[in-house]
């Protein structure tokens, strides 16, 4: 029998198992297909605010990244559900896996799944040429041209947050009061006084 490392290999339940396979990946890429959508939507409000949130913007593209090779790796991998359903008695009348299965669901003969699917589901975050790609089609999409000033031919994810992109004093909208001429100490209130630069 085909898969004796499968102990109780049984073509009656293995058969509406895959099936049930196919539906639940069906179900899960519908479900991201959809979040994708509210996603790109949230991301090119981001980047349409005055001044643009930027990083955040980034940060979702990443995450909308993520989804997308989620739904990519699921659609492969639902393949293979069909493929296994369909061949089903090949499968159950052979002593050897028959080669074009083993290519489907193997790699290689050492039993490594598909290396594009351990690819998509990786916790490897995207390239920031990914990133950018995605916000520049984004911001296409809905109708304005994003052009950031990053250095994306040298590879690698992008870098961590620094906050630039974040107002001063977000919730007041005193930020004007942070603008001082360089040099320049802030004005302070009625009775205050520097002393050896303390507040006093």
């Known amino acids: 029998m085909v898969f004796g490392f499968l102990q109780g ?12 396979a196919v539906h639940r990946f069906q179900i899960s890429s519908n479900k991201k297909t959809n979040l994708i959508k509210a996603q790109k939507k949230e991301i090119a409000k981001l980047l349409q605010e005055r001044p643009p949130k930027e990083e955040k913007a980034r940060i979702r593209a990443e995450g909308l990244i993520r989804e997308d090779s989620n739904i990519e790796a699921y659609e492969i991998l639902e393949l293979m559900c069909d493929l296994l359903h369909e061949r089903m008695r090949l499968i159950e009348t052979t002593k050897e ?8 669901a193997m790699a290689n003969t050492n039993g490594v799944l598909n290396e594009r699917v351990v690819l998509k589901l990786s916790v490897q975050p995207p390239s920031a040429f ?13 109708g304005f041209e994003y052009d950031p000033d990053v250095d994306i031919t040298a590879g690698g994810a992008m870098a ?4 630039f992109s974040v107002p001063v004093a977000p919730g007041s909208g005193y930020g004007q009061i942070y603008a001082q001429p360089e040099g320049q100490a802030p004005e302070l209130p ?3 006084t520097y002393e050896a630069g303390l507040l006093a």
Not at 160 to 163: D, K, L, M, N, S
């Open 190 to 192: 009625s009775g205050w």
């Open 97 to 104: 896996c028959p080669g074009d299965l083993k290519s489907t």
């Open 9 to 20: 290999f049984s073509v009656n339940k293995l058969k509406p198992n895959l099936k049930m």
């Open 130 to 142: 990914q990133v950018i790609s995605y916000l520049r089609v984004i911001a296409d999409e809905h």
């Open 160 to 163: 961590a947050p620094t906050g």
